[in-house]
Protein backbone atom coordinates (compact mmCIF):
# COMPACT_ATOMS: atom_id res chain seq x y z
CA UNK A 1 0.00 0.00 0.00
CA UNK A 2 1.13 3.12 -1.33
CA UNK A 3 1.14 6.56 1.45
CA UNK A 4 1.99 10.41 0.60
CA UNK A 5 1.47 11.15 4.05
CA UNK A 6 4.08 11.65 6.77
CA UNK A 7 1.69 10.78 9.49
CA UNK A 8 2.05 8.35 12.03
CA UNK A 9 -0.36 5.23 12.27
CA UNK A 10 -1.59 6.18 15.66
CA UNK A 11 -2.29 10.00 14.22
CA UNK A 12 -3.89 8.79 11.42
CA UNK A 13 -5.99 5.87 14.13
CA UNK A 14 -6.55 8.94 15.91
CA UNK A 15 -8.12 11.06 13.67
CA UNK A 16 -10.23 8.30 12.07
CA UNK A 17 -11.36 7.98 15.97
CA UNK A 18 -12.08 11.72 15.98
CA UNK A 19 -14.21 10.97 12.90
CA UNK A 20 -16.34 8.26 14.41
CA UNK A 21 -16.87 10.10 17.67
CA UNK A 22 -18.39 13.02 15.98
CA UNK A 23 -20.63 10.76 13.12
CA UNK A 24 -21.53 8.12 15.43
CA UNK A 25 -23.18 7.02 19.59
CA UNK A 26 -20.80 7.71 22.17
CA UNK A 27 -21.08 3.50 22.37
CA UNK A 28 -20.33 2.93 18.68
CA UNK A 29 -17.31 5.41 19.57
CA UNK A 30 -15.97 3.83 22.57
CA UNK A 31 -16.15 0.06 20.86
CA UNK A 32 -13.82 1.10 17.43
CA UNK A 33 -11.67 2.74 19.49
CA UNK A 34 -11.04 -0.24 21.54
CA UNK A 35 -10.95 -2.21 17.81
CA UNK A 36 -8.27 0.13 17.26
CA UNK A 37 -6.21 -0.21 20.12
CA UNK A 38 -6.12 -3.53 19.65
CA UNK A 39 -5.28 -3.22 15.93
CA UNK A 40 -2.26 -1.01 16.90
CA UNK A 41 -1.36 -3.80 19.76
CA UNK A 42 -0.86 -6.48 16.67
CA UNK A 43 1.08 -4.43 14.62
CA UNK A 44 3.17 -3.74 17.45
CA UNK A 45 3.85 -7.85 18.07
CA UNK A 46 4.50 -7.57 13.90
CA UNK A 47 7.06 -5.26 14.86
CA UNK A 48 5.54 -1.89 13.81
CA UNK A 49 5.26 0.67 16.11
CA UNK A 50 2.11 2.73 15.34
CA UNK A 51 4.01 5.64 17.00
CA UNK A 52 6.90 5.72 14.84
CA UNK A 53 5.85 4.09 11.75
CA UNK A 54 4.33 6.39 9.18
CA UNK A 55 1.29 4.98 7.14
CA UNK A 56 4.01 3.64 4.73
CA UNK A 57 4.84 0.88 6.37
CA UNK A 58 0.97 -0.25 7.00
CA UNK A 59 0.01 -3.04 4.54
CA UNK A 60 -3.60 -5.05 3.73
CA UNK A 61 -1.63 -8.20 5.22
CA UNK A 62 -2.15 -6.40 8.78
CA UNK A 63 -6.26 -6.92 8.53
CA UNK A 64 -5.10 -10.90 8.35
CA UNK A 65 -2.81 -10.45 11.18
CA UNK A 66 -5.84 -8.99 13.22
CA UNK A 67 -8.21 -11.23 12.03
CA UNK A 68 -5.47 -14.05 13.68
CA UNK A 69 -5.02 -12.84 16.74
CA UNK A 70 -9.09 -12.63 17.78
CA UNK A 71 -9.38 -16.37 17.32
CA UNK A 72 -9.69 -16.15 21.40
CA UNK A 73 -12.83 -13.76 20.87
CA UNK A 74 -16.22 -14.32 19.92
CA UNK A 75 -16.91 -14.21 16.73
CA UNK A 76 -19.59 -11.81 17.28
CA UNK A 77 -16.53 -9.49 18.53
CA UNK A 78 -14.08 -10.70 15.60
CA UNK A 79 -16.56 -9.13 13.05
CA UNK A 80 -17.19 -6.33 14.96
CA UNK A 81 -13.95 -5.37 15.54
CA UNK A 82 -12.74 -6.54 11.71
CA UNK A 83 -15.73 -3.63 10.50
CA UNK A 84 -13.95 -0.77 12.87
CA UNK A 85 -10.74 -1.81 11.06
CA UNK A 86 -12.26 -1.62 7.28
CA UNK A 87 -13.45 1.53 8.41
CA UNK A 88 -10.38 3.04 9.29
CA UNK A 89 -9.02 1.59 5.86
CA UNK A 90 -11.32 3.10 3.92
CA UNK A 91 -10.75 6.76 6.17
CA UNK A 92 -7.58 6.63 4.79
CA UNK A 93 -8.46 6.31 1.38
CA UNK A 94 -11.39 8.55 1.51
CA UNK A 95 -8.95 11.41 3.25
CA UNK A 96 -6.07 10.78 0.75
CA UNK A 97 -4.03 9.74 3.80
CA UNK A 98 -3.09 6.49 1.80
CA UNK A 99 -4.31 4.37 -0.97
CA UNK A 100 -5.29 0.79 0.69
CA UNK A 101 -6.23 -1.99 -1.40
CA UNK A 102 -9.92 -1.91 -0.16
CA UNK A 103 -11.31 -4.91 -2.74
CA UNK A 104 -8.28 -6.63 -1.15
CA UNK A 105 -9.11 -5.61 2.37
CA UNK A 106 -12.52 -6.91 2.28
CA UNK A 107 -11.36 -9.97 1.08
CA UNK A 108 -9.54 -10.76 3.71
CA UNK A 109 -12.39 -9.77 5.79
CA UNK A 110 -14.73 -12.23 4.27
CA UNK A 111 -11.76 -15.09 4.28
CA UNK A 112 -10.53 -14.72 7.62
CA UNK A 113 -13.27 -13.47 9.73
CA UNK A 114 -15.72 -16.02 11.21
CA UNK A 115 -19.58 -15.16 10.97
CA UNK A 116 -21.27 -15.45 14.10
CA UNK A 117 -24.23 -17.53 14.17
CA UNK A 118 -27.29 -16.82 15.47
CA UNK A 119 -27.03 -17.31 19.54
CA UNK A 120 -29.96 -17.60 21.95
CA UNK A 121 -30.27 -14.54 24.67
CA UNK A 122 -29.57 -15.73 27.72
CA UNK A 123 -30.98 -14.19 31.13
CA UNK A 124 -32.12 -15.00 34.50
CA UNK A 125 -35.57 -13.93 34.43
CA UNK A 126 -36.70 -14.92 37.70
CA UNK A 127 -33.97 -13.16 39.33
CA UNK A 128 -34.56 -10.16 36.86
CA UNK A 129 -38.04 -10.05 38.72
CA UNK A 130 -36.75 -10.44 42.27
CA UNK A 131 -34.63 -7.30 41.54
CA UNK A 132 -37.84 -5.38 40.15
CA UNK A 133 -39.95 -6.40 43.39
CA UNK A 134 -36.51 -5.04 45.18
CA UNK A 135 -36.92 -2.11 43.23
CA UNK A 136 -40.38 -1.39 44.18
CA UNK A 137 -39.10 -1.54 48.04
CA UNK A 138 -36.94 1.10 47.75
CA UNK A 139 -39.35 3.43 48.43
CA UNK A 140 -39.93 2.41 51.61
CA UNK A 141 -36.51 2.26 52.80
CA UNK A 142 -35.04 4.46 55.48
CA UNK A 143 -32.42 6.48 54.23
CA UNK A 144 -29.73 8.07 56.57
CA UNK A 145 -29.75 11.54 54.77
CA UNK A 146 -31.16 13.24 51.81
CA UNK A 147 -28.87 12.36 49.11
CA UNK A 148 -29.19 8.51 49.61
CA UNK A 149 -33.06 8.68 49.71
CA UNK A 150 -32.42 10.59 46.04
CA UNK A 151 -30.11 7.49 45.18
CA UNK A 152 -33.01 4.74 46.55
CA UNK A 153 -35.84 6.86 44.35
CA UNK A 154 -33.80 7.52 41.42
CA UNK A 155 -32.40 3.89 41.32
CA UNK A 156 -35.90 2.02 41.75
CA UNK A 157 -37.34 4.32 38.79
CA UNK A 158 -34.66 3.49 36.98
CA UNK A 159 -34.43 -0.40 37.36
CA UNK A 160 -38.33 0.03 36.83
CA UNK A 161 -38.13 1.97 33.80
CA UNK A 162 -35.62 -0.42 32.27
CA UNK A 163 -37.90 -3.03 32.92
CA UNK A 164 -40.70 -1.45 31.76
CA UNK A 165 -39.46 0.07 28.18
CA UNK A 166 -36.68 -1.94 26.91
CA UNK A 167 -34.34 1.05 26.56
CA UNK A 168 -31.19 0.70 26.15
CA UNK A 169 -28.43 1.83 29.35
CA UNK A 170 -27.18 4.83 27.60
CA UNK A 171 -30.55 5.90 25.90
CA UNK A 172 -32.34 6.27 29.45
CA UNK A 173 -29.06 8.07 30.65
CA UNK A 174 -29.71 10.90 27.50
CA UNK A 175 -32.89 11.04 28.93
CA UNK A 176 -34.38 14.73 29.90
CA UNK A 177 -37.23 15.63 31.21
CA UNK A 178 -38.44 17.32 28.55
CA UNK A 179 -38.21 14.30 25.84
CA UNK A 180 -41.34 12.86 28.30
CA UNK A 181 -45.16 13.24 27.32
CA UNK A 182 -46.11 12.43 31.33
CA UNK A 183 -50.21 12.72 29.93
CA UNK A 184 -49.26 10.30 27.10
CA UNK A 185 -46.59 8.24 28.81
CA UNK A 186 -43.97 8.38 25.71
CA UNK A 187 -41.05 9.91 25.04
CA UNK A 188 -39.11 10.70 22.03
CA UNK A 189 -35.42 9.19 21.67
CA UNK A 190 -32.29 8.79 19.81
CA UNK A 191 -31.71 5.55 19.03
CA UNK A 192 -29.37 3.03 18.44
CA UNK A 193 -28.08 3.93 14.32
CA UNK A 194 -28.93 7.78 15.30
CA UNK A 195 -32.60 6.53 14.77
CA UNK A 196 -35.38 8.81 16.10
CA UNK A 197 -37.86 6.20 17.90
CA UNK A 198 -41.29 6.38 20.09
CA UNK A 199 -40.33 5.31 23.46
CA UNK A 200 -43.70 3.70 25.86
CA UNK A 201 -43.91 4.13 29.88
CA UNK A 202 -46.06 2.18 31.83
CA UNK A 203 -47.95 3.32 34.71
CA UNK A 204 -46.07 1.86 37.32
CA UNK A 205 -42.84 3.49 35.79
CA UNK A 206 -43.98 6.49 35.33
CA UNK A 207 -45.08 6.28 39.55
CA UNK A 208 -41.33 5.72 39.97
CA UNK A 209 -40.12 8.44 38.04
CA UNK A 210 -42.85 11.16 39.56
CA UNK A 211 -41.51 9.87 42.86
CA UNK A 212 -37.71 10.67 42.52
CA UNK A 213 -38.14 14.24 40.04
CA UNK A 214 -40.67 15.61 43.21
CA UNK A 215 -37.76 14.66 45.68
CA UNK A 216 -35.68 16.12 43.54
CA UNK A 217 -37.34 19.36 42.60
CA UNK A 218 -34.92 21.83 44.58
CA UNK A 219 -31.82 20.62 43.44
CA UNK A 220 -33.88 20.83 39.71
CA UNK A 221 -35.10 24.38 40.80
CA UNK A 222 -32.20 25.97 41.95
CA UNK A 223 -30.16 24.81 38.88
CA UNK A 224 -31.40 28.04 37.29
CA UNK A 225 -31.86 25.87 34.25
CA UNK A 226 -35.08 25.44 32.11
CA UNK A 227 -36.39 21.80 33.46
CA UNK A 228 -36.91 20.16 29.88
CA UNK A 229 -33.10 20.38 29.27
CA UNK A 230 -32.29 18.28 33.07
CA UNK A 231 -31.61 14.43 33.07
CA UNK A 232 -34.29 12.57 34.08
CA UNK A 233 -31.61 10.10 35.76
CA UNK A 234 -29.09 12.30 37.60
CA UNK A 235 -25.92 12.17 39.15
CA UNK A 236 -26.27 12.59 43.47
CA UNK A 237 -22.68 11.86 44.15
CA UNK A 238 -19.53 13.80 45.34
CA UNK A 239 -18.73 14.50 42.03
CA UNK A 240 -21.94 16.37 41.47
CA UNK A 241 -21.59 18.77 43.69
CA UNK A 242 -24.89 20.60 43.72
CA UNK A 243 -25.16 20.37 39.78
CA UNK A 244 -27.57 18.08 38.24
CA UNK A 245 -25.85 16.08 36.29
CA UNK A 246 -26.82 13.06 34.01
CA UNK A 247 -26.29 9.95 35.27
CA UNK A 248 -23.94 8.56 32.58
CA UNK A 249 -23.86 4.96 31.42
CA UNK A 250 -21.11 3.65 33.62
CA UNK A 251 -22.56 4.96 36.35
CA UNK A 252 -25.77 3.00 34.71
CA UNK A 253 -23.95 -0.21 35.36
CA UNK A 254 -22.37 0.29 38.68
CA UNK A 255 -25.75 1.26 40.30
CA UNK A 256 -27.44 -1.85 38.34
CA UNK A 257 -24.29 -3.91 39.51
CA UNK A 258 -24.87 -1.96 43.11
CA UNK A 259 -28.26 -3.30 43.95
CA UNK A 260 -28.00 -6.62 42.32
CA UNK A 261 -24.96 -7.02 45.20
CA UNK A 262 -27.64 -6.09 47.58
CA UNK A 263 -30.76 -7.64 46.45
CA UNK A 264 -29.19 -10.85 45.24
CA UNK A 265 -25.71 -11.31 46.93
CA UNK A 266 -22.57 -11.32 45.66
CA UNK A 267 -22.94 -14.47 43.78
CA UNK A 268 -25.27 -12.68 41.64
CA UNK A 269 -23.11 -10.01 40.70
CA UNK A 270 -21.92 -10.01 36.71
CA UNK A 271 -25.21 -12.32 36.32
CA UNK A 272 -27.68 -9.07 35.45
CA UNK A 273 -26.58 -5.96 33.73
CA UNK A 274 -28.83 -3.14 32.45
CA UNK A 275 -29.44 -5.01 29.22
CA UNK A 276 -30.32 -7.82 31.02
CA UNK A 277 -33.67 -6.21 31.70
CA UNK A 278 -33.80 -5.10 27.64
CA UNK A 279 -33.89 -9.40 26.94
CA UNK A 280 -36.67 -9.40 29.71
CA UNK A 281 -38.30 -7.10 28.25
CA UNK A 282 -38.91 -8.71 25.04
CA UNK A 283 -39.71 -11.66 26.67
CA UNK A 284 -42.17 -10.06 28.55
CA UNK A 285 -43.76 -8.39 25.81
CA UNK A 286 -43.91 -11.92 23.57
CA UNK A 287 -45.41 -14.10 26.63
CA UNK A 288 -48.35 -10.99 26.70
CA UNK A 289 -49.09 -11.12 23.69
CA UNK A 290 -48.68 -14.73 22.39
CA UNK A 291 -46.17 -14.83 20.92
CA UNK A 292 -46.80 -11.30 18.39
CA UNK A 293 -43.42 -11.23 17.04
CA UNK A 294 -44.09 -7.87 15.28
CA UNK A 295 -45.52 -6.16 18.09
CA UNK A 296 -42.38 -7.06 20.12
CA UNK A 297 -40.35 -5.96 17.29
CA UNK A 298 -41.89 -2.34 17.11
CA UNK A 299 -41.91 -2.01 21.04
CA UNK A 300 -37.72 -3.13 21.39
CA UNK A 301 -37.18 -1.24 18.37
CA UNK A 302 -35.55 -4.30 16.47
CA UNK A 303 -34.45 -3.29 12.75
CA UNK A 304 -34.44 -7.09 11.67
CA UNK A 305 -37.38 -9.40 12.93
CA UNK A 306 -34.90 -12.00 13.28
CA UNK A 307 -33.26 -10.63 16.01
CA UNK A 308 -36.88 -10.71 17.83
CA UNK A 309 -37.12 -14.49 16.66
CA UNK A 310 -34.36 -15.22 18.88
CA UNK A 311 -36.41 -14.77 21.97
CA UNK A 312 -39.38 -16.37 20.84
CA UNK A 313 -38.11 -20.07 22.86
CA UNK A 314 -37.80 -18.17 26.03
CA UNK A 315 -41.57 -17.18 25.58
CA UNK A 316 -43.38 -20.23 24.04
CA UNK A 317 -45.53 -20.93 26.93
CA UNK A 318 -47.84 -23.22 24.53
CA UNK A 319 -44.27 -26.12 24.11
CA UNK A 320 -43.49 -25.37 27.91
CA UNK A 321 -47.25 -26.83 29.21
CA UNK A 322 -46.96 -29.73 26.21
CA UNK A 323 -43.57 -30.49 27.39
CA UNK A 324 -44.20 -30.71 31.29
CA UNK A 325 -47.50 -32.66 30.29
CA UNK A 326 -45.15 -35.34 28.30
CA UNK A 327 -42.92 -35.35 31.05
CA UNK A 328 -43.69 -34.90 34.44
Request: with cysteine; hydrophobic share 40%; glycine share 6%.
Amino acid sequence: MESSSSITIQQAIAQYIDSVTLARSENTALTYRKALSAFAETLKDKGIDPTERTLSALSEDAVAWFATSMKNRSPATERLRLTAVAGFYEFLAAEKLAEPNLPRVRLLIRQRGRRPGPRLPQFPRDAIEQMIEYAKALKFVPAENEVVQLRNLRDRAFIIVLGDTGLRVHEACGLRRGDLDWNEGKAVIIGKGNRQAVVRFSKRSLSALKDYLNARSAADGASGKPLASLPIFARHDKGSGKHVKPMTPTSGRNSIAHRVREALGDAAIGTITPHSFRHYFVTTVLRGSGGNLKLAQELARHRNIQVTQRYAHLSDDELDRGYYKVFE
